[in-house]
């Protein structure tokens, strides 16, 4: 973009005793300037909306992945997805999260606790174990850890160049 400058001669008198007393003025006409800058600001919010939405989903897909090597019945996969996508330019955000109530003990764990045993009862008749031991296994040792979120909210965000 090229700027265009205005010269205008202020009291540009070369009188031999005036000599040192005289000035321009240099103004440059910014409408050109002005619009560049609005339509570089405009394409790089748009920049940042796309970038945004794309990296939610990616989290989403990657968490997802994650999940298939610990699922039972497929609800926590099911219950993952971009839940918020606000695409305001420079105000842009996502939020990528679970509805499960149970989604941070299995990423987690817990600690030792007793659980309630008809909460266990379809998990353990699906792997053939009866509840009331997996129960007492639980207030002994707690539940391991299957991390699945946060390994792949770190692994996709360690990837992206944020592009303006």
């Not at 105000?91 to 600690?111: H, I, K, L």
């Amino acid at each position: 973009m090229r700027l265009k400058g205005i010269y205008e001669p202020k009291n540009a008198s070369f009188k031999e005793e005036n000599i040192m007393n005289f000035s321009i003025k240099i103004k440059a006409n910014t409408a050109g300037v002005e619009k560049f800058i609005k339509k570089e600001i405009t394409d790089s919010e748009r920049k940042i909306e796309k970038q945004v939405k794309e990296v939610c989903f990616k989290v989403e897909r990657e968490t997802k992945m994650n999940l298939r090597k610990h699922v039972s019945s497929g609800r926590l996969i099911k219950s993952y997805s971009v839940k918020s996508l606000v695409l305001k330019g420079f105000d842009t955000w996502g939020q990528v999260g679970s509805d499960a109530n149970y989604a941070p003990y299995v990423e987690f764990g817990t600690r030792p606790h007793f659980p309630p045993v008809a909460a266990l009862e379809r998990w353990a008749k699906q792997k053939g174990l009866n509840p009331w031991v997996v129960a007492k296994s639980i207030a002994q040792k707690g539940t391991e850890a299957h991390p699945h979120f946060w390994p792949a909210a770190e692994n996709v965000l360690s990837k992206t160049v944020w592009e303006l």
